[in-house]
T-cell receptor, first 112, second 112 residues
Framework: KQEVTQIPAALSVPEGENLVLNCSFT??????LQWFRQDPGKGLTSLLL?????REQTSGRLNASLDKSSGRSTLYIAASQPGDSATYLC???????????FGGGTRLMVKP | DAGVTQSPTHLIKTRGQHVTLRCSPI?????VSWYQQVLGQGPQFIFQ???????GRGNFPDRFSARQFPNYSSELNVNALLLGDSALYLC???????????FGQGTRLTVV
């Protein structure tokens, strides 16, 4: 059974800092990995999708890496802003690609 | 273009009642998945439908059922509601069952 862990569970940083969020998973037989953002009480916003054959993806100030063999992914946020405050979730798709297993999320607060 | 739309946004039900939640996918998407998110946790997979057929089922009791219609919209039904069914129910759509998932804003279900 796939298990996804995100560390840290919560993070508070001053505005402007670069930061790294971590995600680990136990079964390396994945189809892809997605990072999402969730604002309180809201749905999920897709940030980045990395296919199992890829090593990284970039979108603006965000960069996500994937090391499938070690079961790890990181989300790098450059020059953090207060508007980045949210919960960040990583999710891995099983080998059939039809089911996402989520981590518990990292709650990020960026202070002005 | 409209994103994934879910209705209703909020719902209060009494224990033992039945509830139906609805989801309209992004235009052109043929797959719909349902997830349950309890407060403070990551979403848990319930069902995936692709081309009107069930393609995946999570570890939920038979009280949970779903279907997908010819226009690719979907319903999630929950019978004999329990207090523990209180959660945010999220719908995700994708072009195929294995492509990037896009989530709706969710339906907040409270069982009293």
């Amino acid at each position: 059974k796939q298990e996804v862990t995100q560390i840290p569970a919560a993070l508070s940083v001053p505005e402007g800092e670069n930061l790294v969020l971590n995600c680990s998973f136990t079964d390396s037989a994945i189809y892809n990995l997605q990072w999402f953002r969730q604002d309180p009480g809201k749905g999920l916003t897709s940030l980045l999708l990395i296919q199992s054959s890829q090593r990284e993806q970039t979108s603006g100030r965000l960069n996500a890496s994937l090391d499938k063999s070690s079961g790890r992914s990181t989300l790098y946020i450059a020059a953090s802003q207060p508007g980045d405050s949210a919960t960040y979730l990583c999710a891995v798709a099983n080998n059939a690609g039809n089911m996402l297993t989520f981590g518990g999320g990292t709650r990020l607060m960026v202070k002005p | 273009d409209a994103g994934v739309t879910q209705s209703p946004t909020h719902l209060i039900k009494t224990r033992g009642q039945h509830v139906t939640l609805r989801c309209s996918p992004i235009s052109g998407h043929k797959s719909v998945s349902w997830y349950q998110q309890v407060l403070g946790q990551g979403p848990q997979f319930i069902f995936q439908y692709y081309e009107k057929e069930e393609r995946g089922r999570g570890n939920f009791p038979d009280r949970f059922s779903a279907r997908q219609f010819p226009n690719y919209s979907s319903e999630l039904n929950v019978n004999a509601l329990l207090l523990g069914d209180s959660a945010l129910y999220l719908c995700a759509s994708s072009w195929t069952g294995t492509a990037e998932a896009f989530f709706g804003q969710g339906t907040r279900l409270t069982v009293v």
